[in-house]
Every structure is written in structure tokens, then in C-alpha cells.
């Protein structure tokens, strides 16, 4: 007979991520008992009570979870952002910013136009009981929930499948999705769902430190040099997250992956015997004052580059130090789900961000300069030469929408001796790839897409012509602040994961113009109407970040 698993051993045994403290949610967490879904039926088998679960219960609850939080956010990220607007300390850009994304919020809301244009990737962490049934393709049956919801709601189709090591066509269901499921005590079933876009995703970083690091003063600086670094491409404001220790890198980053999402909220909140992680109140609270100064801010300067943060603390082998960071962005995509005889139950999300309202009262708009853009490229970069870095500015007329496989297109073409079109010299270029078009608007979601993916080609394109007005998110190289001088050209930002934002006030008409192929990566026109923007990059060599 096998002996019993002891205290002592089980509590080790607790460490691995995916242990059921780290599904906990705070007691206050609400719930909305979904109805209509196939009940879990409660049954004796050999004198012990199992839960029972139809596999098209998950495919229901992973659709419309990842329905829901295209759409929705927890109610505390609105109060956050609420927040900012009534903060005196706030900087005149926070508000903005705010302001920007708490209006996207109650757009989204309405459930046609999702929070951000990148709706990510499908990912879902789960603990299952060991009296659960589901019939054994549960993976399976949560990605079908995953794929209807991507089908059915105006959602973008992000991933790309590899049809050898440098060619990739995309999937056109936003699958695969990352399902992974672990065994716990029990017989409910525990569930988070997070979609996560690439540009928060991007803002990962690992590094293996050495125990060396593990002085307060030591430590303290490293996190403050590895803030800094993150900027703001992820669109803040942030949820940091932080993970020290971690007995393999893929450990320490599930981590902080978990801890991004929330995930660990309900794990212990000081260090305890043979307890291999808690999550450390104290280095959260020097996160925040790591984020506020850093000067970042909500994306154009300021003091909230995180609205919350979360460090865990791990067991680590004697001659390692893994350390993770990570964010979770403005659109922050994660809910948790239950499932148990009483039925099947969503975490309730902020369906009604409406009720902030008054909040916006305390938004001021920036100063801006109008810029018409429907004259040739030398009569707006003559009205931006009046600009300097930090100036904002309300642009008007009509862009082209390019981002990554558009500019290697191009970049091919121009290599080959064809030139770059004609469209690509005369009008600004805007870095996007939006969601699909609701029946019954003019576009889908459209917010910027990360400026510095696309440094590589800046200086090249801008010799040709092209390229001498760009338009994204985010803070970029040295090298592109340097095209941006040497050829005369600008660099402006808007608003990072306000995509509805963008849809409904700010984009009037599109058009596609090239590649239809590319799908949202097609090269499009839109006409713009007073899209809110700060010139990041002059032609003098000027930055709006002093970084």
C-alpha cells in the first residue's frame, strides 16, 4: 500500500503554479450564473459523488468568456482610471490618456466595437478536479468556445501558422490557443481566461541574475533600470508584475504571467515554513514608486505608468536567480470562471462603465494644434515644422494604414528597384491593423499598433520618400529619433488600446488599397477627423520623452 501523502509533503507539493490557492479570487470577487448552458449534474459513482460536465458547457463558458472580455473590463481598471482624473498629481497627459481609454470603455461596452483593436490570444489556465467528468477533450472543447467567439464577434484573426521557417499565412480563426490544465482536489472546475494582445505580451522579459542581486539596494536598482525599459508600447497604464525566484525559467515566467492577470491575488502575502511563494505587499508598493518615477506615465509623460502591481516571491535552486516582468495592458482581458453543482458562473465584469461618467469632467483637453492632412506631403510637414515635441495635435484628412508584412512587401519592392507607390510618399502612414467591421459601421476596432517593429525600415523608406509621417504608439529606437532628423520627417503617438475610441469618433471613411491578401495587415486609406495625437519625434531631433 502506498504510504499517505504527508502535511509536510503536501504543502511542498502546493508550490507548483496551479496549486488552488492561486485560483482563489478575493471573497468579494462577483459572479453571474450563466444560464442556458447544459447544468453539471452531481452522480454517485462506486459511493463517491462526482461532477459531471458536458463538453459543450466549456465550449459555451470559453466563448463567452472571451466574448465578455473583449468587451469588458473588471470594474476596479474603470475605477482606476477614474481615479487618475481626480488626482492632482496626475500630469495634464495622465488625464488625457485616461479620459481617452474610460471613454473607449463605454464605447466597448455596447458590445459591437471590442476594447482594442488586438484582441490576442485565446490563453486559458485551469484547475481540475479530480471528481470532475468531462469525457477527457476538455483542451479541445475549450478552444471550439475559443474559436466561436473570434467567429461570431468582431474580433481581429491574429495568428499565424508557419508554412516553412520564413513563410506563415494566418490561421483566419485566431487559433491555436494556449490551454493548460492541471489536477486539483475536488470536484469543481476553476478557470481563467486571458486574451492577451502582442503588444503587452512583447513587454515580457526574463533574465537569469545571480544570487548576488538579492540586497534590497541591489535589487531595487535592477527593477528600476528593467521599468524603465519596458515603455510604454504595451499600452499603460500597466498592471506590473514581478517574479522573483522560480525553480526553472518556465516557471518564474507562468508567474508572472499568472501574476499579470491577477491570478495570484489570493495567494499568501508573507513567507511561511517550507512554503515555496508568497506575494510581497511591500516590493508591490516600491514597484509603484519605481513606475512613477520613471516619468513615463500613462503612455505621454506623467506618474501613472501602473495603476497596480504584483511581485510573487518563489523557491529558487541555490545557483540561480530567475527574474520575470510583465504587463497587463489598458484592455486587460482576464476573467475567472467556475464551474460546480450550483451551476456555471462568469466573473462579473464592468458592464455598465457608464456610471463614471462624471469623471470625464475632470479631463481637460490638451492644447492642440489642428494639422490638415488632405494637402501634399510638403504642406503638412510644413504645418508640423510650427510643432515641437510634445505638441498635440488634431489630425484630419486622409492616412494610409500599413504594419508589418506591408512594409517587408514594400520594402521588397523598393529593393527590387520598383520604388515605393506613389500613396506611401503622399499621405502620413499609420501603423494599425484593425478588427473586423461590425455590421453596420464604417470600421471595426482600430487602434495603433507598436511603432518600433517597424524601425528597421524607417530610415530606408524615409530616403525614398515615404514614410516622412508616421503615426502609432509607443516610444521607438534611437535610430528611428535619428531618421526622423536626418530626413525631416515626424514621429507622432496617440492613444495606445483605445481601438473603439478610434472607430466611432475619429475614423470616418476606409478604403483598401493594396495587398487585400494581407487581411488586416491589407495597406488601407482611412479618412481621420480630429484623431488626438503628440508629436513624439521632430525633425529637429526633439523627443517628447525625456528618457
Not at 511 to 539: K, N, S
Request: charged share 20%; hydrophobic share 45%.
Amino acid at each position: 500500500m502506498k504510504p499517505p501523502i504527508s502535511s509536510e509533503s503536501r504543502q511542498g507539493a502546493a508550490q507548483v503554479l496551479g496549486a488552488a490557492e492561486l485560483f482563489c479570487p478575493p471573497s468579494d470577487t462577483p459572479w453571474r450564473r450563466l444560464e442556458g448552458l447544459p447544468a453539471p449534474r452531481l452522480l454517485e459513482f462506486g459511493g463517491r459523488r462526482r461532477l459531471e460536465i458536458a463538453p459543450e458547457a466549456l465550449t459555451a463558458l470559453a466563448a463567452e468568456a472571451f466574448r465578455d472580455s473583449a468587451f469588458h473590463v473588471r470594474p476596479s481598471r474603470n475605477d482606476g482610471l477614474a481615479s487618475i482624473l481626480s488626482d492632482p498629481e496626475a500630469s495634464e497627459n495622465d488625464r488625457f490618456v485616461a479620459a481617452g481609454l474610460l471613454r473607449n470603455a463605454m464605447i466597448s461596452a455596447e458590445g459591437f466595437l471590442p476594447l482594442c483593436q488586438d484582441t490576442g490570444t485565446a490563453t486559458v489556465f485551469a484547475l481540475k478536479g479530480e471528481d470532475v467528468c468531462t469525457g477527457g477533450e476538455d483542451a479541445a472543447a475549450l478552444a471550439a468556445g475559443a474559436r466561436e467567439a473570434f467567429a461570431r464577434n468582431a474580433l481581429r484573426y491574429s495568428h499565424m501558422l508557419p508554412e516553412g521557417m520564413t513563410r506563415e499565412r494566418n490561421s483566419e480563426t485566431n487559433l491555436p490557443a494556449q490551454i493548460e490544465i492541471a489536477a486539483a482536489p475536488g470536484a469543481e472546475y476553476r478557470l481563467l481566461f486571458i486574451a492577451k494582445g502582442g503588444g503587452s505580451a512583447n513587454r515580457t522579459a526574463f533574465f537569469q541574475a545571480t544570487p548576488a542581486l538579492l540586497n534590497e539596494e541591489a535589487l531595487s536598482d535592477f527593477l528600476d533600470e528593467k521599468i524603465r525599459a519596458i515603455g510604454v508600447s504595451g499600452c499603460p497604464p500597466y498592471r506590473l508584475a514581478v517574479a522573483i525566484g522560480g525553480t526553472s525559467p518556465e516557471l518564474n515566467l507562468t508567474a508572472v504571467k499568472l501574476a499579470a492577470a491577477g491570478a495570484l491575488d489570493g495567494a499568501p502575502t508573507a513567507p511561511a515554513a517550507r512554503a515555496g511563494f508568497y506575494r510581497d505587499r511591500a516590493w508591490e508598493e516600491r514597484l509603484m514608486e519605481l513606475a512613477r518615477a520613471s516619468g513615463w506615465g500613462a503612455q505621454f509623460g506623467g506618474r501613472y505608468f501602473a495603476l497596480e502591481a504584483r511581485v510573487a516571491r518563489l523557491a529558487r535552486h541555490a545557483a540561480s536567480l530567475p527574474i520575470g516582468l510583465g504587463v497587463s495592458c489598458s484592455a486587460d482581458r482576464n476573467v475567472l470562471a467556475r464551474i460546480g453543482a450550483d451551476g456555471i458562473y462568469l466573473e462579473q465584469l464592468d458592464h455598465h462603465p457608464g456610471r463614471l461618467a462624471g469623471a470625464l469632467a475632470a479631463a481637460r483637453p490638451a492644447a492642440a494644434r489642428r494639422v490638415n492632412l488632405a494637402v501634399p506631403m510638403p504642406e503638412i510637414l510644413a504645418q508640423l515644422r510650427e510643432c515641437r515635441a510634445g505638441q498635440a495635435v488634431l489630425l484630419s484628412g486622409p492616412m494610409v494604414v500599413a504594419r508589418d508584412l506591408a512594409h517587408a512587401r514594400l520594402r521588397e519592392r523598393l529593393r527590387s528597384g520598383g520604388g515605393l507607390p506613389e500613396y506611401f510618399k503622399n499621405h502620413p502612414i499609420y501603423y494599425a491593423g484593425p478588427a473586423k467591421t461590425p455590421p453596420g459601421f464604417t470600421v471595426g476596432s482600430y487602434g495603433p499598433t507598436t511603432a518600433n517593429r517597424m524601425d528597421e525600415y524607417l530610415d530606408e523608406f524615409m530616403a525614398a520618400g515615404g514614410s516622412l509621417v508616421t503615426l502609432a504608439k509607443g516610444n521607438r529606437s534611437k535610430a528611428a529619433q535619428e531618421a526622423c532628423r536626418k530626413h525631416g520627417g515626424f514621429y507622432l503617438g496617440t492613444i495606445g488600446g483605445a481601438g473603439a475610441l478610434m472607430a466611432r469618433e475619429h475614423i470616418v471613411a476606409s478604403e483598401i488599397l493594396d495587398f487585400r491578401e494581407l487581411g488586416m495587415e491589407a495597406v488601407q486609406r482611412i479618412t481621420v477627423r480630429d484623431l488626438p495625437a503628440f508629436v513624439v519625434y521632430d525633425d529637429r531631433g526633439g523627443r517628447l520623452y525625456g528618457l
